[in-house]
């Protein structure tokens, strides 16, 4: 069975920082390249940062550049993104992606809230 589970949302200050963790089960995760992305309410969910399958390329969104880190433990199954600096635009619903264009593998998690607020 297939399963992403995201954790490490919340509620934090401006400025302040959240770590969140992506664990997958149920499939080669090492296969997969891993994404995370966001929705804020009434807006369309967008790309945050993206991760190659062993880590050496990272991309991300240009308004969270120099703010978040992506990375991935493949012997563990786990994708993260360090977010640093956070900004009450920040606000939103994380949510982790995998991809395998090959074999058309494209999973995703629950979500987990982050909200930024003083």
């Known amino acids: 069975q297939v399963q992403l589970v995201e954790s490490g949302g919340g509620l934090v200050q401006p400025g302040g920082s959240l770590r969140l963790s992506c664990l997958a089960s149920g499939f080669f995760f090492s296969t997969y390249a891993a994404n995370w992305y966001r929705q804020a309410p009434g807006k369309e969910r967008e790309l945050v940062a993206q991760?190659?399958?062993?880590?050496?390329?990272?991309t991300y969104a240009d308004s969270v550049k120099g703010r978040f880190t992506i990375s991935r433990d493949n012997a563990k199954n786990t994708v993260y993104l360090q977010m640093n600096s956070l900004k009450p635009e920040d606000t939103a619903v994380y949510y982790c992606n995998v991809r395998n264009s090959v074999i058309k593998g494209d999973y995703w998690g629950q979500g987990t809230q982050v909200t930024v607020s003083s």
């Open positions: 991760i190659s399958i062993f880590g050496g390329r990272t």
